[in-house]
């Protein structure tokens, strides 16, 4: 019973790591996407000055 607890709890430490992880990987790309949408924006207006 002790070394399941043990176990638990380092799933559940695991688990919760793995969710920040993916917190941050959700925010990383969504910067990635706003940057390109900006960059495809100053792009547009470049071609558009031509």
Known sequence: E???NTNLSKFRKV???LDEAEER???AES???KLRAK???IGAKGLNEE
Do not use: L
């Open 2 to 4: 002790e070394q399941a």
């Open 25 to 27: 990987a959700d925010i």
């Open 39 to 41: 960059s495809r924006d």
């Open 15 to 17: 688990q919760h790591e």
């Open 31 to 33: 910067q990635v996407n």
